[in-house]
């Protein structure tokens, strides 16, 4: 299994960018989907996820109304468009795949599989 992650850069405050995810080694259709973020020196943290039982979509309050978390099930690929970003949002994201369950994606703890992470640069 290996979830592929792409579309990171070096940003300007208030630009966009959209990560890319592939996956491949099975199918992924009914897990949750995510992202988490990790800045030096700060735990990895949750960022969004779209759910794999139903067509809900969750994101942290620092991110909301900024980020858009989509998939396209067929080719096993999620997406993070990004807009407005600020500085704070300088971080490694990391795509991220739980198997189902009860709990939906929010704890990295829970995270079944990890993508290589791909670097999101805001210059201020």
């Known amino acids: 299994v290996q979830l592929q992650a792409s579309g990171g850069g070096l940003m300007q405050a208030g630009g966009s960018l959209t990560l890319s995810c592939v996956a491949s080694g099975r199918t992924f259709t009914n897990w949750d989907m995510g992202w988490f973020r990790q800045a030096p020196g700060r735990e990895r943290e949750f960022v969004a996820s779209y759910s794999g039982s139903d067509p809900n979509t969750y994101y942290a309050a620092s991110v909301e109304g900024r980020f858009i978390i989509s998939r396209h099930n067929a080719e096993n690929t999620v997406y993070l468009q990004m807009d407005s970003l600020k500085p704070e949002d300088t971080a490694v994201y990391f795509c991220?795949?739980?198997?189902?369950?009860?709990?939906?994606?929010?704890?990295?703890?829970?995270?079944?599989?990890w993508g290589q992470g791909t670097q999101v640069t805001v210059s201020s």
């Open positions: 991220a795949a739980q198997s189902p369950g009860i709990l939906r994606m929010y704890s990295p703890h829970r995270v079944t599989y």
